[in-house]
């Protein structure tokens, strides 16, 4: 059970705007950066968003990262087939003294 | 073009005794935090292990002991010993560069494909 949770999934269609919540605490969303990571199953992790909400370049603006308090969001819009896959959020945690990550959603196009 | 290519991984049986490797290039790695993620099957990520540009090691608990990261810079790789291995230990593992604003505060980019460690006899 980490200390970060996400919903195990969620869904929308070919265009649609969709966000995926993060929900921590005070030891890690409230007082540091929330980072955003997209995973394909047998590819590589890849960064989406960092310090809360940051796109690296080459990472399209449909991709969005918000945080309040102790929950952060990453929204995407414009939903696209390609974006099937999962996500996770990610933290320092001050307890743990280490990064956590959130338990991931996987992301279906419908 | 940065990369980094994980090996290394494999069947081993509990108790066993694996090191893991990762080959970067495309930066000046010397420069560089770096750090081990795994993914167990089914499950999320789970962070491992850092080691800093002088050398600082940190685990995570369920590592702390058994686990040890290391560097060679002048080969440009990132590795991690693993011995006492246990079956909860079976895991795709991932490298990744560390970028950070400060020591509490930082994000992985980018990650390595992978490799993967099975545990069982």
């Known amino acids: 059970q980490s200390v970060v949770t996400q919903p195990p999934s969620a869904s929308g269609t070919p265009g649609q705007r969709v966000t995926i919540s993060c929900s921590g605490g005070s030891s890690n969303i409230a007082y540091n950066y929330v980072n955003w990571y997209q995973h394909l199953p047998g590819t590589a992790p890849k960064l989406l968003i960092y310090k809360n909400d940051q796109r690296p370049s080459g990472v399209p603006d449909r991709f969005s990262g918000s945080k309040s308090g102790t929950s952060a969001s990453l929204a995407i819009s414009g939903l696209q087939s390609e974006d099937e896959a999962h996500y996770y959020c990610?933290?320092?945690?001050?307890?743990?003294?280490?990064?956590?990550f959130g338990g991931g959603t996987k992301l279906t196009v419908l | 073009e940065v990369q980094l290519v994980e090996s290394g991984g494999g069947l081993v049986q509990p108790g066993g005794s694996l090191r893991l490797s990762c080959a970067a290039s495309g930066f000046t790695f010397g420069t560089y935090w770096m750090t081990w993620v795994r993914q167990a099957p089914g499950r999320g990520l789970e962070w491992v292990s850092v080691?800093?540009?002088?050398?600082?090691?940190y685990y995570a608990d369920a590592v702390k002991g058994r686990l040890t990261i290391s560097r060679d810079n002048s080969k440009n790789t990132l590795y991690l010993q693993m011995n006492s291995l246990r079956a909860e230990d079976t895991a795709v593992y991932y490298c990744?560069?560390?970028?950070?604003?400060?020591?509490?505060?930082?994000?992985?980019?980018?990650w390595g494909q992978g490799t993967l460690v099975t545990v069982s006899s």
């Open positions: 080691i800093y540009i002088g050398g600082s090691t």
């Open positions: 990610g933290a320092w945690d001050d307890s743990l003294n280490g990064p956590v």
């Open positions: 990744a560069r560390v970028r950070y604003y400060d020591s509490s505060n930082n994000w992985f980019d980018p």
